[in-house]
Each structure stands twice: as structure tokens, then as C-alpha cells.
């Protein structure tokens, strides 16, 4: 006898149908799965086989062949368990063939039970595109997958329940996504403040430009000057995920199973800092089968920021490069390709020298120029053209420290961040770019214009620094959001000469 259902994988962040079928015939008993499964699917042989007999039902002897199609789709992960079980018990007649096209997916247990999966939101996009009547999942991945509209979504907790289903009798689950969505994205309280950063008037300035137009920000400066607290303070700035951004973040994360218990939306932009010592595979993505997604993808929609930037492996480094430019990633493996979203703002920060002290008046340094050179070599030419933002801490001095006064919260900052967003995204019904870190080189032509005065700075800036392309594009993009931020339809020589300042840092002064 022959059973069939449908259930899905997850490559990259997209979903795909896989239909499993499953054929019950005579011969010495025997049980395979075809299809191009990985080990994890391979081994749910004994779990199925388990959970059938301990639910009360029977586990059909004879030769039983499972078939994920399509045969040429690497399939990996637990979540194909509860459709085989299912599909075993229809091609064996103890449960009817299903009227309804559902999604399944879930992990069974040795006694029958159902256990979360991951990767359940991208499934229910994918169910919701093809028009099915509905999903099976685990209970605890329900509200997960409700928040995609008019996809009618199965809690299960046992593989009897899922028979029930089948049956037309089992539960359904129904969330109001749009008062779900109203709740998650609700301002949360500020952890890192700018007000308690004391001094720094310079770092906060870029801070603010950084946020407002998603601009790449690096941070120089010696030890204990305030750098990693700086750059904490970015997400914070940032206007909250709008609910169509949420739902991406939340994607990626489901994928990569780092949802916390309970959470249904992720409320926070993400910030990842991942430590120096991390690998190739570990930034970009990797793994066994299809690959999962790495750090920079995992802080996409947020901030990804590297400490210590040079202590990084300059392979690591340059793998930054691509989805700095083109806000994507695309990993090739045998038999696999996935393309990962990477939109993403880098703050890095690092020390001027080995020891950190160069430039330092408090503390002289022992590093030797060769040092200094090789130091600050771990990061090439073209990573820093990438950057817009170079930004000099240096450490404060006693009374500073002491005596002053708090300077403005993130609240107040972020307010004006809000309304250079807005104008950016008023802008971007005409062109596309949501931010001005985003824009073109066509756009920019049409939205960065300069007087006779700030053509002419502009111009002998370009001599004076060796701006690339690039780089001469990145400083009109700095002009454009500092404009922004004070309600400048235009971009004066001011905001020019601001731009520029940010372009000739200690590192590039003494590269």
C-alpha cells in the first residue's frame, strides 16, 4: 500500500516542499529512507519505529520504503520524523488518507511524543505561497507559525494527536498577528545609555551620523577609552523593526535555532559581537549538509561589531567585503547553494598600535614602526574604503572623567535619528534606498548635490586623502545624512567638511 504527504526543508532561509511518500509491501521486513537524507534523517528510523508502538498502533512488518521528494534536494534536520510516522500508518491502512493538504513537520520521541523543530516560520511562508489548507506543528512552534495571515496552523503535543488531526478532529491555533505584532514591537527600555559615556562629544557625533544613515563606523583609540561601551550604544539608536523586518529577523533566527523559549517575534535589532579568535565558517556560515547562517547574517537588520578588529583573521576580515557591498552571501557546497541576507552596519574598534598606546599623552609607546605597520595591515585597503566612519577616542584625562556632566540620552539622539529616517525613507518611494549608507551611485548623483564652494573642498579633498570611487561616494553619503539630521533639503560645505573629518583619522593619517 502507498501513503503520501507533504512536508518541507528549509534551505538557506527559504523553504521547499518535499513530498514524502512511503511504500508498504511484502519480503523480509525492512526499513529505508531514499531521497538524499542526511544522517539526521536517517537515524529517525528507530525513533519512528519506537513512537509507533509505544502511541498503541502497529509497526507494519514487511519491506517499508520511505521517499523524500525531490531525490536531488540534500534533506537534513529531525523535523521529517512525525510526516514518515504518518505516512507509514496510511500506507498501512490504520489511519485514512487525508481530505486536507497540510504541512507536517515535528520530531518524535521514543514514547510518542512531539518535540519543537526548527525553521517553522519560513515553512509557514511556504505553505501560505502554495495555497495549502493548513500546517501541523509542534506546540511549542504554534505561535511561530501563526504569525504568517490565514495559514491555518495544527498544534500537536503526541502522534495520536496528529492521527486526530488527520481525522478532522484535532485543535487549531488562530493568533491576531496584527495585535501580536503591535505588543512585540513596542520600545524596549534602553540598556546602554549614551548619557553614561562621560566626554567623547566627537565619538557620540559619529555615533548619531552612524545610526541615522547606516553608515560603517571604526572606532581608534587606546585601551579603556570607551570604545566597546560606545558601540553598544548604536542598537539603541536605531529605529525600532518595523513588523515586515521582524518577521526577517525572525527568520533567520528560527533557521538557525537561537529563538528563546517563548519568544515569538524578534523585538530587538540584532547585535552580534562575535569574539576575535572566530573562524571562517563561523562569519560567513557553514556546516555539515546545507549550510547555516554565519554572524554576519545573523546580524542582519542590526549592528555586527568586531573588537579588537585587527586581533580578526585577515581571511575572516575580507569575507566582510562582499556583503558589506552587496548585502548578501551566497555559500556554494557540494551538491548545495544558499543565498543568506547580510544588511548589516559594521562598527569595529581597535587600538592605534600593538600596545595601544600610540598618540596616547599619559602613556608612551614601546611599539616599533614595523609593528605598527604589520599591525594595522591585518586590514587591507579595500575593507577600509568599505568603512565611512573613522572616529578617534582618546582617553580621558581626570577631570573629564570626574567633572563632566552627563551629555544627552538616547532617547533624545534617537529622536533625531527617527526624523533623518523618515526624510531617507520619503526619499526612497522615488529610489529604492532606505538609507543612505544604501544609495547607488546613481542616486547619489541625484540626491547628494554640492555648491560651487563644497565641489571645490570636495575636490581638493580627493587630492589631498587618495579618495577612491568609493570613497569619494562615501563621503557625499556621510554629507547627505548629516544634512539629513538637521533638516537640510541641500548639502552645504558644512556638512561636507564634517564628512570629510571623519575621513582622516589617526589610521588614515598614519597609514
Not at 246 to 263: F, H, K, Q, W
Amino acid at each position: 500500500m502507498f501513503g503520501r504527504l507533504l512536508s518541507g526543508v528549509v534551505v538557506g532561509v527559504e523553504a521547499k516542499l518535499i513530498e514524502v511518500q512511503c511504500d508498504v509491501g511484502g519480503g523480509l521486513p525492512s526499513f529505508q529512507i531514499v531521497g538524499l537524507p542526511d544522517k539526521e534523517v536517517s537515524e529517525s528510523r528507530e525513533r519512528i519505529r519506537s513512537a509507533i508502538r509505544n502511541c498503541g498502533l502497529t509497526f507494519p512488518p514487511g519491506r517499508i520504503t520511505a521517499n523524500l521528494a525531490p531525490a536531488d534536494l540534500r534533506k537534513q534536520g529531525v523535523g521529517f520524523d512525525l510526516p514518515i510516522a504518518l505516512s507509514i500508518l496510511i500506507a498501512s491502512g490504520q489511519v485514512g488518507v487525508p481530505a486536507s493538504r497540510l504541512l507536517i513537520v515535528g520530531e518524535l520521541a521514543l514514547n510518542g511524543d512531539v518535540r519543537s523543530a526548527h525553521g517553522i516560520l519560513p515553512l509557514a511562508l511556504e505553505a501560505s505561497h502554495n495555497k495549502l489548507d493548513g500546517m501541523m506543528v509542534p506546540a511549542d512552534n504554534a505561535a511561530e507559525g501563526a504569525l504568517v495571515p490565514a495559514l491555518s496552523i495544527h498544534p500537536i503535543r503526541s502522534l495520536n494527536e496528529a492521527i486526530a488531526v488527520l481525522q478532522g478532529v484535532g485543535p487549531r491555533f488562530v493568533m491576531d498577528v496584527s495585535a501580536a505584532a503591535a505588543g512585540e514591537m513596542t520600545q524596549k527600555p534602553v540598556e546602554h545609555d549614551l548619557s553614561e559615556v562621560r566626554g567623547q562629544v566627537a565619538a557620540k557625533r559619529a555615533l548619531e551620523i552612524a545610526a541615522a544613515g547606516g553608515h560603517n563606523l571604526l572606532l581608534i583609540g587606546p585601551p579603556g577609552a570607551g570604545k566597546s561601551m560606545l558601540a553598544r550604544c548604536i542598537p539603541e539608536l536605531l529605529p525600532p523593526l518595523s513588523f515586515d523586518e521582524a518577521l526577517d529577523v525572525t527568520r533567520i533566527y528560527s533557521v538557525a535555532g537561537l529563538l528563546s523559549a517563548g519568544e515569538v517575534l524578534v523585538r530587538r535589532r540584532p547585535f552580534r559581537a562575535p569574539h576575535h579568535t572566530i573562524s571562517y565558517a563561523g562569519m560567513v556560515g557553514g556546516g555539515h549538509g546545507i549550510p547555516g547562517p554565519g554572524e554576519i547574517t545573523l546580524a542582519h537588520r542590526g549592528v555586527l561589531f568586531l573588537d579588537e578588529m585587527p586581533e580578526f583573521d585577515r581571511r575572516v576580515l575580507e569575507t566582510l567585503r562582499q556583503p558589506l557591498e552587496d548585502q548578501f552571501v551566497t555559500l556554494a557546497r557540494a551538491g548545495v547553494s544558499v543565498r543568506y541576507p547580510a544588511s548589516f552596519t559594521l562598527v569595529g574598534a581597535m587600538n592605534p598600535c600593538p600596545c595601544g598606546h600610540l598618540g596616547d599623552e599619559s602613556h608612551s609607546c614601546a611599539c616599533a614602526v614595523q609593528d605598527i605597520r604589520r599591525y594595522r595591515r591585518h586590514m587591507s585597503g579595500p575593507l577600509l574604503d568599505r568603512i565611512d566612519l573613522f572616529v578617534d577616542v582618546p582617553r580621558l584625562t581626570p577631570d573629564e572623567l570626574m567633572d563632566t556632566p552627563l551629555g544627552e540620552s538616547t532617547d533624545i539622539v534617537r529622536e533625531r535619528v527617527a526624523r533623518a529616517r523618515e526624510r531617507q525613507w520619503e526619499r526612497a518611494d522615488a529610489t529604492g534606498a532606505a538609507s543612505n549608507a544604501r544609495l547607488v551611485p546613481q542616486e547619489v548623483r541625484l540626491q547628494c548635490h554640492l555648491d560651487a564652494e563644497g565641489s571645490q573642498l570636495l575636490r581638493r579633498a580627493i587630492t589631498r586623502f587618495g579618495l577612491s570611487g568609493r570613497g569619494h561616494g562615501r563621503v557625499l553619503r556621510v554629507a547627505r545624512t548629516i544634512a539629513d539630521l538637521v533638516g537640510s533639503g541641500d548639502i552645504g560645505a558644512a556638512h561636507l567638511a564634517e564628512a570629510l573629518r571623519y575621513r582622516s583619522a589617526s589610521l588614515l593619517r598614519d597609514s
